[in-house]
C-alpha cells in the first residue's frame, strides 16, 4: 500500500481492503466505483501488503477470506457487515443493506460467501490455511 493509501485512511473516506489479484472482486470494485462515483472509497490492495494490514490490526490471512472496511473513525469491520457497510453508503443500494442486515439473510450469505471465497482460493492455490 503506498503512502497516498495511507493518507486517505486519516481523511473522511472508507478503506476497503480488497485482493486486487481477484478478478471478481476487481469487477466488483469496478461496479461499486460506477454506482458510487470513483472519488468516494480508498481502495487498498491486500496482495502482499501483510505489514500493512497488521499494522491495522487486520491478520493477512482473515483479509484473504473475509472483506475489511475501515471506517473514517478508525474501526475495522468485516465480513457482511462490511458489505452492509458500503452499500449503505450508496443511495441505490441502501435496500439491498437493509436485506443484507436481516439476521437470517446475514448468517445464510455469511455461509455462501465463506464457501465461495475458500473455494475461489484454493482453486488459485492461494489458501493458506
Same mark, same amino acid.
Given at each position: 500500500?503506498?503512502? @497516498?493509501?495511507d493518507?486517505?485512511?486519516?481523511? =473522511? #473516506?472508507?478503506?476497503?481492503?480488497? !485482493?486486487?489479484?481477484? $478478478?471478481?472482486? &476487481?469487477?466488483?470494485? @469496478?461496479?461499486?466505483d460506477?454506482?458510487?462515483?470513483?472519488?468516494?472509497?480508498?481502495?487498498? !490492495?491486500? =496482495?502482499?501488503?501483510?505489514?500493512?494490514?497488521k499494522? &491495522?490490526?487486520? !491478520?493477512? &490471512?482473515?483479509?484473504?477470506i473475509?472483506?475489511?472496511? &475501515?471506517k $473514517?473513525?478508525?474501526?475495522? =469491520?468485516?465480513d457482511?457487515? +462490511?458489505?452492509?457497510?458500503?452499500?449503505?453508503e450508496?443511495?441505490?443500494?441502501?435496500?439491498? +443493506?437493509?436485506?443484507?442486515?436481516?439476521?437470517?439473510v446475514? @448468517? =445464510? *450469505?455469511?455461509?455462501?460467501?465463506? #464457501?465461495?471465497?475458500?473455494?475461489?482460493? #484454493?482453486? !488459485?492455490g492461494?489458501?493458506? *490455511?
Amino acid at each position: 500500500m503506498t503512502k @497516498e493509501n495511507d493518507s486517505a485512511l486519516k481523511n =473522511t #473516506k472508507i478503506c476497503v481492503f480488497y !485482493d486486487a489479484a481477484c $478478478p471478481s472482486c &476487481q469487477r466488483d470494485k @469496478e461496479r461499486y466505483d460506477r454506482l458510487a462515483g470513483k472519488e468516494a472509497i480508498e481502495w487498498c !490492495d491486500i =496482495t502482499n501488503n501483510d505489514e500493512r494490514l497488521k499494522s &491495522q490490526g487486520i !491478520d493477512p &490471512q482473515s483479509a484473504m477470506i473475509k472483506l475489511h472496511v &475501515q471506517k $473514517p473513525d478508525g474501526t475495522i =469491520t468485516n465480513d457482511i457487515e +462490511a458489505y452492509i457497510l458500503l452499500f449503505s453508503e450508496v443511495h441505490w443500494l441502501k435496500p439491498i +443493506a437493509w436485506i443484507l442486515n436481516i439476521s437470517w439473510v446475514k @448468517e =445464510t *450469505l455469511r455461509v455462501i460467501y465463506r #464457501k465461495w471465497v475458500l473455494s475461489r482460493l #484454493k482453486k !488459485d492455490g492461494r489458501l493458506n *490455511l
